[in-house]
């Protein structure tokens, strides 16, 4: 045992003797070292409380909300703060909640199947969400960034035998098209349907021959309505086409106001 320094209100004229205290992995309550009495037990605390310091190095429990983290901050005190106001070093995973900040985000990866609405927003590795809104500009950033559509956005149909007017139907935003190999003559112009639920009477729709035929030898034309969008070709050559042609189209989202 060694001597101990008595503290009011001990007796100070008998010197302690320390007996050492057990060591314990698990407890209910802490001794501590205090001022006023040679030593006090700190209360036992409620359930789920944590040890906190402020800058004057008192400690005491506390608890805080759900979804929150302990922090320090920039006086040195530590306290609870929401996951939000923390970075992310990993990928997150939003599930269906919404993500909603008036701030940049700066992400390596995000994915969510609810909404991103943001100001600005930064992401360097990959992006799967429902629906992103900013109110800044989205910019695909590096010599091989995209923006456009992901694997499994597309799909392809086949124009009916017979006539290059026949109707085509594919709900997708992006994909390809196979006309039919009927003859179009020569500065002559036929129109076929092509019904596209994802199509809204303000979209713009993009259509590009990138097989099948003669390229360089026809025009396109598009005029969309909702759920539907006319597709014209015409023939500009001298004399007449008898061919197949590979088109792709994409659907780009546009609005009056």
Request: net charge neutral.
């Amino acid at each position: 045992m060694t001597p101990c320094t008595p503290a009011p209100p001990c007796d100070t004229e008998y010197p302690l003797f320390c007996e050492p205290r057990e060591i314990t992995a698990i407890a209910k309550r802490l001794v501590v070292e205090d001022s006023s009495a040679c030593d006090k037990t700190l209360q036992t605390p409620p359930s789920s409380q944590v040890l906190v310091s402020n800058t004057n190095g008192t400690i005491s429990w506390t608890n805080g909300a759900s979804n929150t983290l302990l922090r320090k901050n920039s006086t040195g005190s530590v306290e609870f703060v929401t996951l939000n106001s923390l970075l992310q070093s990993a990928p997150v995973d939003l599930g269906s909640q919404p993500l909603t900040t008036t701030g940049a985000v700066s992400v390596g990866s995000l994915t969510s199947s609810g909404a991103v609405t943001t100001a600005s927003l930064s992401v360097s590795g990959t992006t799967s969400t429902a629906a992103i809104t900013s109110n800044s500009t989205i910019l695909a950033n590096g010599n091989s960034s995209k923006i456009g559509y992901n694997t499994g956005a597309g799909g392809a149909i086949t124009q009916g035998a017979g006539a290059k007017t026949n109707s085509v139907t594919l709900n997708r935003p992006t994909g390809i098209i196979v006309t039919d190999s009927a003859a179009l003559a020569a500065d002559t112009s036929v129109t076929f349907n092509l019904s596209n639920s994802v199509i809204e009477a303000t979209d713009i729709v993009l259509v590009s021959h990138i097989s099948g035929g003669t390229l360089g030898s026809y025009n396109f034309a598009v005029a969309p309505v909702a759920g539907n969008a006319n597709i014209v070709i015409r023939n500009i050559t001298a004399g007449s086409l008898s061919e197949s042609l590979t088109l792709r189209f994409i659907v780009v989202k546009s609005v009056n106001a």
